[in-house]
């Protein structure tokens, strides 16, 4: 099974608005962290919002929020007041304590906001 | 402070042939983890190294090794090249862990790749 799953292969926003990119998690682990990376072209993975299986409020900073569901094992990722700089890939990623020291990541949503 | 940076930035290798990227960790960072990510795809986790060893290893091959330096930096060996390790090879380094936090966090800073073409 996957551990990270990534349903939406392409999403479209209108500039200044908000969009939630999917992503569910598969793992018996107690404790895990997740995390949302950006993919611009030119291929450098940039680290935007983490959020622990134990933290009990979602996680912010500043235009991006994460909506985790734990029972539904669902990280959704929030950008608010779309920018056209946020057009990239973007991966949501899982640590497990159980398994140490590897991250499995997504396969990856590509976003383009439209001015 | 110098971020996490990777030699060479593309590189064009033969099947058969052997190569080796370089990552220089970021300063006070001493776990380098490397990820390949073929087209279209998310990373993909090979192996990960700490204090000079090696702490973790996705499912990938023995011709993919990899070594760690006294100053953390690693290099990425991969023998035998075939079509299919065409890809973008990253390398994240990381902080020394913190503490024993009950979450597993440990953000990973990446470089920016280096892009492999095997033909």
């Not at chain 1, 990376?37 to 900073?61: C, H, R, V, W």
């Not at chain 2, 065409?86 to 503490?99: F, I, K, W």
């Amino acid at each position: 099974a996957q551990k990270i799953t990534q349903t939406q292969p392409g999403m479209f926003v209108q500039e200044k608005e908000a969009v939630t990119l999917d992503c569910t998690y598969d793992t018996s682990d107690q404790s895990y962290g997740l995390f949302w990376y950006k993919q611009p072209s030119s291929g450098e993975m940039i680290f935007l919002i983490y959020q622990g299986s134990y933290d009990e409020q979602n996680a912010t900073e500043g235009r991006y929020s994460l909506n985790f569901q734990k029972a539904r094992k669902s990280a959704n990722l929030v950008i608010s007041a779309s920018q056209l700089g946020d057009s990239a890939m973007y991966f949501c990623a899982m640590r497990e304590r159980g398994t140490g020291n590897q991250f499995y990541f997504g396969t990856g949503t590509s976003l383009t906001v439209i001015p | 402070e110098t971020g996490v940076t990777q030699s060479p930035t593309h590189l064009i290798k033969t099947r058969g042939q052997q190569v080796t990227l370089r990552c220089s960790s970021q300063s006070g960072h001493n776990t380098v983890s490397w990820y390949q990510q073929a087209l279209g795809q998310g990373p993909q986790f090979i192996f990960q190294y700490y204090r000079e060893e090696e702490n973790g290893r996705g499912n990938f091959p023995p011709r993919f090794s990899g070594l760690q330096f006294p100053n953390y930096s690693s290099e990425l060996n991969v023998n035998a090249l075939e079509l299919d390790d065409s890809a973008l090879y990253l390398c994240a380094s990381s902080p020394p862990q913190r503490g024993l936090a009950r979450s597993s966090y440990n953000e990973q800073f990446f470089g920016p790749g280096t892009r492999l073409t095997v033909l």
